[in-house]
């Protein structure tokens, strides 16, 4: 086996341990860690499909995908945990009680 | 290339630090697993020939991710009224069982389709690399970025606009004053020093970009996460001191980009068809307003929606 | 073998001894701050000998000055963390340990 194979099916490995942890985990924190651990697992299919080339240099087009993807990533994630802020918040309002010290 | 011991090692340790992510019941423990899963990531993409990767890696997937999860964590197990690892409900075992069969059949189907096809099939390198010669920029990745898939980034940092602007229509209230609390003395002097070479290192870059691993995605994420921490400690909020001058540099990577993609229309050519002769020079102007709307970007998502408590009260009910 | 290949080996040696040491002391000690103290202060020797064997199995002087500002940082970094562990620690009133004996 190739590295880049090992690293290929550990990238599949997380892709589906992130699927179980967004289905079967509930809390919206971790549920955000499970969906982050999916697309890291999708980086590390395409990267090593581009180190996989009997090329000199490793294939910049994934590289380049999974570099702006890392920062879009981390930009939905902000989105997802600020509504799952905005959400609890709401729901803490309208029951009326929880400590606000903010 | 062959698997070498270091190589195992690593991916047992990602793995493992995925698995401790989704299953520890403390979620700072989690937390704490998966920030660790960002570094030891940030290495593998080292060994599978990537620094470009691993530079934006180490800043966002190990830094700025990790800072708005804590977050996160916090203002909900604060909303709760309990700890943080109470909010984790019990799902019902047949969820789990169903879960995890559908999660090893996914598995499965995934190892075969890897098994089951080269990973060196044709693909676009070829034309990628000489296109990255014809503008003379010899790091092949900012070639892509900014000229073979421009269109791609283009999107991608329309995007990023969205979801900042997203975050800072989220947000309840104005964001509370981080820089209210007595901070640490020796973190604001590490801090303040440290500073000026995260710009210094982020400014390097851009320059070296077009040359050698950097670029804007690499030295934006690297600045963004340091003013991150600047926020964190109440020494830089750019978000409620200049919010204007924030806000324009929000969207001047994108203003900046139309602008480029659309001058060859005005010329007669297609969009993002660079002038021949102007090409480099227009990637180089693209790519330096790009870092410090990337930078502005991800200490936005962050500094935009935190609401960091005092430091004397966290951790006290 | 020459002196300095023998020199980078012993060094070699004391780094992943100071390690291992490390990460006993932080798995073994009874509490927070015993395992604070085990952590950096063998990490920081394990670091430094790495970084002093890479140091004699180098001879650009450009790569030395790299490898000696990667342990200057790690020091500083490693010094304020454990810092601020160890007073969110007590802040928060994680107890001590006492021998009883």
Redesign the interface.
């Known amino acids: 086996m190739s590295a880049p194979l090992l690293y290929a099916l550990v990238g599949a490995g997380l892709v589906s341990l992130g699927a179980w942890g967004l289905v079967v985990r509930t809390h919206p924190v971790r549920k955000t860690v499970a969906a982050n651990l999916m697309g890291s697992g999708a980086f590390l299919i395409l990267v090593s499909a581009a180190r996989a080339t009997p090329a000199e240099r490793p294939d910049p087009v994934p590289h380049a995908l999974v570099l702006t993807g890392i920062v879009v990533t981390m930009a939905t994630t902000a989105v997802a945990l600020a509504l799952a802020k905005r959400r609890a918040a709401a729901s803490e309002g309208h029951s009326g009680e929880g400590a606000s010290d903010g | 290339m062959n698997v070498a011991v270091l190589d195992v090692m690593l991916c047992a340790g990602l793995v493992w630090c995925a698995v401790s992510a989704l299953v520890k019941r403390d979620l700072f423990a989690s937390i704490v697993m998966f920030i660790s899963f960002g570094l030891l990531s940030a290495l593998a993409w080292i060994r599978l020939a990537a620094p470009d990767i691993a530079l934006a890696e180490a800043a966002i997937g190990a830094g700025a991710t990790g800072a708005l999860l804590l977050d996160a964590a916090g203002v909900l197990a604060r909303g709760d009224g309990s700890a943080a690892e109470d909010a984790e409900r019990r799902t019902p075992r047949s969820a789990n069982v169903l879960g995890t069969i559908a999660a090893g059949a996914l598995f499965a189907a995934l190892a075969w389709a890897l098994l089951s096809t080269p990973l060196d099939a044709p693909r676009l390198a070829a034309a990628a690399l000489t296109g990255a010669r014809e503008v003379g920029i010899a790091n092949p990745v900012t070639a892509v970025l900014l000229d073979f898939r421009g269109y791609d980034t283009l999107l991608e940092v329309a995007v990023l606009l969205l979801a900042v602007m997203g975050v800072m229509a989220l947000r309840s209230g104005a964001p509370v004053s981080v820089a209210s609390h007595a901070a ?1 003395p ?2 604001r002097l ?1 801090v303040g020093s440290l500073a000026p070479a995260v710009l210094l290192a982020a400014a390097y870059l851009v320059w070296a970009g077009t040359s050698s691993p950097g670029g804007a995605f690499q030295s934006g994420a690297l600045l963004g996460a340091g003013v991150i921490v600047l926020g964190l400690e109440g020494m830089l909020q750019p978000m409620r001191v200049h919010p204007g001058a924030s806000r324009l540099l929000l969207a001047a990577g994108l203003l900046a980009f139309v602008a480029a993609a659309l001058e060859p229309v005005a010329a007669g050519r297609a969009l993002l068809q660079y002038a021949p002769y102007a090409r480099k020079g227009v990637i180089l102007a693209v790519e330096g307003i790009l870092a410090l709307s990337i930078a502005t970007t991800v200490a936005g998502l962050f500094l935009a929606s935190s609401v960091t408590p005092d430091r004397g009260k966290a ?1 006290r009910p | 073998m020459s002196v300095a290949s023998f020199a980078a080996g012993a060094c070699f040696a004391a780094s992943a001894f100071f390690f291992v040491a490390g990460t006993v002391g932080l798995l073994r000690f009874p509490d927070v701050y015993t395992r604070l103290h085990a952590l950096t202060k063998a990490d920081n020797l394990g670091i430094g000998f790495l970084v002093l064997a890479l140091a004699i199995r180098s001879s650009d002087p450009v790569t030395i000055a790299k490898l000696v500002l990667i342990w200057l940082a790690v020091l ?2 490693s010094a ?1 963390a454990s ?2 562990i160890a ?2 620690a007590y ?2 009133g994680a107890p001590w340990w006492r021998n009883e004996q």
């Open positions: 640490d020796l973190v590490l951790g | 500083v970094s304020t810092n601020l007073a969110a802040q928060d």
